[in-house]
């Protein structure tokens, strides 16, 4: 293995370790030593790649925008159908990857420390309001919409609804709470022809990466690295 | 004044001096010392009326379900209208009432110890369900809603735009947010002609209050009393 390739591997195994630390026990409570201990790595390693508890902190929480969501994929039916993906897939990847859990802990967690935490927000803001705009230029958007607004409302929803969930059943319901928020608020986005045809259902976060996975094979296009699908 | 007023009004300075100290350093870095120092009470006083940090914060938190939201007055328009004044009035209140930003710190903030914060989702998820009820029973609900879906989906979106206004903009635009929120969500839940009278833009919070005032003194109730409104 090249010295880069582990260089690489080895932050990876710190970010995940830090994610596991900060979900379970918050950022002010978290410690460098108990990061150490679970990823099994050297002091002076883990410095070598994050400076401070902050750092790493800042680098968890930009980790939930770099996780590979199949956005933008050619094969899918709509833009509003890719909308509702976004939160679909997030719901089911919550379920399964610990470091989009410390990050989302991260970010959703109105901490005692300066800790930024707008970034996700305002990159969800940024991925779900492109998707609006092309929804538009496509005619599959009610005329009033304004997609700055309708993508702050349900990035803000969503992140809400994740939050009641995590405080009253540890995010058990998050995939049903998801289908709830898109059926009560899509009717007001999407022209009725393609509101027709959204899939909202739970379990449609499943069925979409499945829905990308049989395109992949399809086009024959090289796999995705498990870092990108982590 | 009577001994127990003076219980009455020192346990609410505690708990308004705990609320803003939860709100500015967060329950895991809040300390009883502050607390005391900001209520200006004596120890003893303080764990007459509460015997633990843990106690003073589900005090706190549950505070925001005892403010004083004029539900089920007589004189609203409609029932849909009292589900919007719910959080327009709370938008409102947040900016002028440290008690309630405290609480709903403490809710939100998902944090390392096992508080537990599922109350005020509880209580506000009722509330909503109550009056989405009684407006099914006065036809100005859509058929296919459910009152405990879109109770607990408005509870639940609420909270995230307040994280989010909160995380980018110190909740300085939490009215408009709430208003976009209701635009979205309204049009899957009330009938078109209750809906075409809804109040739902920004300032709405104010101007609920101050019509409820005005129905009180003309029906000479005598006014709620200052913690009732505080």
Chains 1, 2 share one sequence.
Do not use: C
Not at 12 to 17: C, G, K, N, R, V
Not at 94 to 106: F, W
Not at 116 to 143: C, I, Y
């Amino acid at each position: 293995m090249a010295k880069q390739d582990r260089a690489i591997r080895t932050r990876q195994s710190i970010l995940e370790a830090a994610a596991v630390v900060f979900d379970e026990r918050g950022y002010d409570a978290a410690t460098i030593t108990e990061i150490l201990a679970r990823a099994e790595v050297t002091k002076g390693a883990l410095y070598f790649h994050f400076a401070s508890k902050e750092e790493l902190a800042l680098a968890v929480i930009d980790a939930q925008m770099a996780t590979d969501l199949p956005a933008g994929e050619p094969g899918r039916t709509s833009k509003m159908q890719e909308l509702v993906d976004m939160g679909m897939i997030f719901a089911h990847r919550l379920l399964v990857d610990p470091l989009l859990r410390g990050s989302v802990r991260l970010t959703l967690e109105h901490g005692s420390t300066n800790l930024n935490r707008s970034s996700p927000f305002n990159g969800w803001t940024e991925l779900h309001t492109r998707v609006l705009e092309e929804g538009k230029e496509r005619g599959e958007v009610l005329p009033h919409v304004v997609p700055a607004d309708t993508a702050e409302l349900i990035v803000g929803a969503y992140a809400g609804i994740n939050t009641m969930s995590q405080a009253i059943n540890k995010r058990a319901d998050l995939e049903r709470r998801a289908t709830v928020l898109y059926e009560h608020v899509m009717p007001s986005v999407a022209v009725p022809s393609v509101l027709a045809r959204l899939d909202m259902a739970p379990g449609r976060g499943a069925r979409a990466l499945a829905e990308a996975e049989r395109r992949r094979a399809a086009a024959q296009v090289p796999e995705v690295t498990p870092a990108g699908v982590a």
